[in-house]
């Protein structure tokens, strides 16, 4: 079983960065890749980015790509998902998945079997 607990969202001002944290609990060595996904009010699930756990290859949407960052630290079981120039479109709860090995595409939140609660992230202009 896989616990993902999330935490760093808040408010900030357009311009600003948030760092937000992924920490993962309990059978990790079957996770393949570890995503962010938001959600924005009134909207459906967008995918933002994901890391190959093995080998670190990252993968980020068009709509953040050279603002966020993903990253991960295998000692504490983390992955961080570092935003920088926020806009208020990035506004929504942001949540981080873990998709197993052999469990399907990264880039499908459908494929995902464990999630976290969800961090809010809200950018005012």
């Known amino acids: 079983q896989v616990q993902l607990v999330e935490s760093g969202g808040g408010s900030v001002q357009a311009g600003g960065s948030l760092r937000l944290s992924c920490v993962v609990f309990?059978?990790?060595?079957?996770?393949?890749?570890m995503t962010w996904f938001r959600q924005a009010p009134g909207k459906g699930l967008e995918w933002v980015s994901s890391?190959?756990?093995?080998?670190?290859?990252?993968n980020s949407a068009d709509s953040v790509k050279g603002r966020f960052t993903i990253s991960q630290d295998n000692a504490k079981n983390t992955v961080y998902l570092q935003m920088n120039s926020l806009k208020p479109e990035d506004t929504a709860m942001y949540y981080c998945a873990a998709l197993i090995r052999n469990g399907g595409n990264w880039y499908r939140a459908s494929d995902y079997k464990y999630w976290g609660q969800g961090t809010q992230v809200t950018v005012s202009s």
């Open positions: 309990g059978y990790t060595y079957n996770i393949n890749y």
């Open positions: 890391i190959g756990t093995g080998d670190g290859s990252t």
